[in-house]
């Protein structure tokens, strides 16, 4: 099993930067994908940005040149650091561990953009 935790949600103003963290503990190896993706209030999930296990990064539209994820597989841990924040970024954010079949997520952190 493998369990993901998010941390560093929160209010901030539009404009500002969060820095969110995945945390992942269990049989997880540097061998999976981490994703980012989100959820606002009566919307269906969505990918933000994902990162394969060689590096490569992939990331939605709306979130290109403002986000940028990263990973230490060291620590088993996957970031997402966003900047130039807009009203319309505010959700929920899960974290994705996924490689062949298996995927799981975390229970998600709230990001709230407003003034």
């Known amino acids: 099993q493998v369990q993901l935790v998010e941390s560093g949600g929160g209010l901030v103003q539009p404009g500002g930067s969060l820095r969110l963290s995945c945390a992942a503990s269990g049989s997880i190896s540097s061998s999976y994908a981490m994703g980012w993706y989100r959820q606002a209030p009566g919307k269906q999930r969505e990918p933000v940005a994902t990162?394969?296990?060689?590096?490569?990064?992939y990331y939605t539209d709306s979130v290109k040149g403002r986000f940028t994820i990263s990973r230490n597989n060291a620590k088993n841990t996957a970031y997402l650091q966003m900047n130039s924040l807009k009203p319309e970024d505010t959700a929920v954010y899960y974290c994705?561990?996924?490689?062949?079949?298996?995927?799981?997520w975390g229970k998600g952190t709230l990001v709230t953009v407003s003034s």
């Open positions: 994705n561990a996924a490689m062949l079949l298996k995927a799981y």
């Open positions: 990162i394969t296990s060689g590096g490569t990064t």
